[in-house]
């Protein structure tokens, strides 16, 4: 399955172009000046600990150091150079969307950059070049010079793709082939991968860009080596000191960059989620070109295990700050856990290439669960304020008093010391309509209900009208070849009714239009308050449920409910909420209310007494979960309790 | 108040008969032998942390070495000596209760290892000793030099009282004549205190057991000069590096070490949890002989926050692992918390001198919780594994795999590198005749229901009788001058009824018998099961409820219920508990089981679904908290979900 060029898809879709502006006009300006360490900002460490980069970002000044521009010290994070890479994507995308000669100007200045900075031979990483040269390619398990390099080969076929400028296109490939030259089977080539999964996805998307297979090879033989020999990384480090190159001693976790086997072998979700997911995309992705069944399998074995056992019910996942990794099956801790932005947005990359690999719509649930919850609350409505943590419960008092809780941050910083999510939230949303429409063979694939426009070539036109998701239509016009179409039907879509001349076929999953070259439909449904219960097996979610409607997980806040939502008690057997518009957080929200109750405090000073729960009536308002942290520091929760024990109402 | 003789007190009482023998009988034996690595057990780290001390005590070893009997270095904690005092302190108590020539040729022949390593002018401390022993008093950021020295006055104190030898003793004082020199207001005496709290209460002992003043004076002395000096710690940190002495810059944390103000003026429990509580044990001994008015109103403070916000319901405390540190108000995590023995020990301590102090019988009710459940919990029913952490829900799969639970252990190890916990068990219950009786003027307090006898001199014999907390009858009786009895009624009685020709008075929380030379008395009683309720403020225990019978919490374990305890609901309205005897466990053990609820595990893989709970019927077995972890690795949880829609049941 193929996505069609950015350019042919035009997305009015009001919710989606509110964000893409936003991106546009906020971030992309705002987030060059934090780069450029032009804005007065808060930069924070991600976690606790006085050791982390932060304070200030540094990274377009490492490369200028680089370049021999200016004099100094590389500073930050040894992958700082990808903030800038993610950065250019994101710059780019907005320029598919929408012309910008300044920004173009702004760009071209830092591709010169990026050019002064590469060396003679291709290279470029700043933090090796100007840190620790004798030790490049040499520190695999921690360097992330692959990493770098992946994304930016994302960036070069991103400003490409936007400007049909080749400068930024060729520095990406004149790295590549450094990478080959080191990396390989041949004798005196480095037989292992980097530690950070992110070059496989880069090398095949810039297979699919240029169609030189030699990039594809490359993906698959990262893929192959990695893990192939378990004590590489250990050996790498332990020639690097008997050379007296360094004294690192890293203790080596294998499971933590899914080392510990071949990815083709992996069937579970394990290790850093971020690492996971970049990996598990690359797999998909050579797949499609390869129909590499081993990888396949692993790629579906791994997806279940996430999809059915590790994923928040806003489509975040990794359960453990301790590696920002994934914890066991049914193990999601609401308030301590990571659920990094970053990892939200592989996941929605994984379940797309999933999709494309398989035509298999379940990977569409998640795509929609992570991308319309957990990844758009990485940001701020403003934005300009990014979370790296999105967690599903916070008490302030809590977060401030309990180390545990040291990385759950109250309120979206300004930028981060390891400012991966930001750049990374940008370049997601401004591409976003790479996921609406896709085709295989004489398919076409309508995956999201998007306002939107679809223009191919003078094969086809086709077109969403509508307000999705708040309003329950959306209208869909063809005109063109004859070709089979095949609608998505999101999940909680529920009496699903379609007027149209022509004919149809209704799966669970899909409406179908066989061969037909002309489709006026109009398809209408109701989006009811769901309420969730989570598995069984999950103990943090026992006696709560969880509130959706359309894509939407619903959250209670406390601006709109005071202090105290931990004693929201949802009357399970008689609720009955009331869906209004709220135009005051964001342009067309729906809030969600419902009179419930609330657990009485104690009148006495007692922790642990044999009496049973009161309750006094209060009306209950939630808000979507993407919104929550938008006005001031305040309790925040997710997993709403239910009411045990009805005769006890006072 | 004052507490009695232990050798006026005689413990027939069946409970705890037989924990003292399991003590005397297997635990001591044990403890001598792994403080003397005889023994091929598995010493682990208290968590995970690949530089923390394990695989052997060395404990004695290190006098050996101190003493110069043996070559080697110093091998575990730098407090590593206060196992072997604790141990003696154990073995002391035991002496008291049973006779045993052999044991005391044991603790003779530690007693002249300690003689021998101690130096001259009174010094001892191996760790200082051996390692850095320029250093000495210099490091009291971290030395816990007067936390052994607490320690070892403790130990002197017990063995002199049990056999009457005074050479321990001697080398206590000696010891505290060295540390009154260093120690003071006078010009060149060092005006601080040891990082970690011990020394304090250990020598209003010292005074009580000698009638020396100069011991309570350095007791308030070190209460005063805490805190007094905000930068003490970073100052001494700061001339070891100036004077080449150290390089060590640990990060000066008062709150951890409760030096952030004088302890006068402290209102609340904060930081490293046993700290706290060894701090405010002395705090309440110190205001009980000075009538220091600060320092009641600071304890009385402290105490409110511990138990009207900061305890588990099993009198468990500290609700993180960093620092093993007390959290916020109402703040209880039930699996990542940390409620270690020692902690729970310190509450009993502390709860102790406060009633003390005050005759308030309040305390009474935490000191119950703690010791009948948090306390007895950190030792196996063979008296030889001991837990640090006590959890209050255990999923074996998640603390595999969750590093956020890295140390909560799932079985009790053999022995801990940090073993501070398993000979304070050991001392606890050797001596705990101890809280039963105490007197005040000329009224004689009953604390605990427990078969006894006290003899006080010629002037009177106070007995119970009863198999207390099994069955609900008590008979008290006693003969001897003419004094008011107190009798503690436990919380947790219903339908008390008192049979007795002498005039008794009955308030919320006692029995009054006034100026009296004779009572014959049969208290009856009805101790139901008890649904305890969390204060609605606990985020972690909402819809859930803890059961209690007696002193006892319960608890749900896999052993008695297959997998998938968590799937427990127990039905509100309508539970009917049954009440049998369990001989298997433990001589005379009560479980509980109720017809109650399994919630349904779901036929679809998948996280989350719009559905209803639905539950089939199932018994439930409960056990006392204190047994659990006996059976091999299984699931365990004290809060137990509630059913919530009845008509759901299939």
Redesign the interface.
Known sequence: MKEFDLHAVTLNDTFWQNYQKLVKEETIPYQYQVLNDALDVDVQAERED?SLPAGKSHALENFRIAAKQNDGEHFGWFFQDSDVYKWIESAAYSLINQKDEALIIVVDEVVELLAAAQEEDGYLNTFFQLTRPELKYRQLYFSHELYCAGHLVEAAIAYDLATGKKQLLEIAEKNVQNIMQHFGREAGQIQGADGHQEIELALVRLFEHTDKEIYLDLAAFFLEVRGEDPHFYAQEIAENITQGLSTEQP?VDLMYLQAYDQPKHQREAKGHAVRMLYMASGMAKVAQHTKDQALTEACVAIW?DI???K?Y?TGGVG?????E?F???Y?L?ND?MYCETCASIALVQFSFEMFKLTQDHQYLDVLTRALYNSVLSGASIDGKQFFYVNPL?V?P??C?????K?HVKTQRPDWLGCACCPPNFARMISSLQRFVYTREGDTLFINLFAASRLTCAEQFTIQQFGNFPFDDQVTISYSGIAQKIVLYKPKWLESVQIESEQVWQETRETIIFEATTKIQAKITFQQPV??????????QD???V?I?RGPFIYCLEEADNGK?I??CRLP??QVNFRVTENQKLWSTTLEISFDGYQ????TQ?????????EYSSKNWRMIPYHLWGNRGEGEMRVWI?????F?QKI
Chains 1, 2 share one sequence.
């Open positions: 006085a203790t279940k999809a059915h056992k994923m019910v359960g453990t700050v301790h590696g990794a914890i066991g099956a193990d801790p301590t419960e008490m008092d809590s401030h008093h309990n180390p545990d040291g769901q309420i969730l219960r989570a598995n069984p097996l999950v103990n026992i006696n709560q969880a959706q105290g931990s004693q399970i057997d657990s009485q405090r104690w000073e007692a922790l642990y007494l044999p009496m049973k729960e309790p239910l009411s045990t024990s005769n």
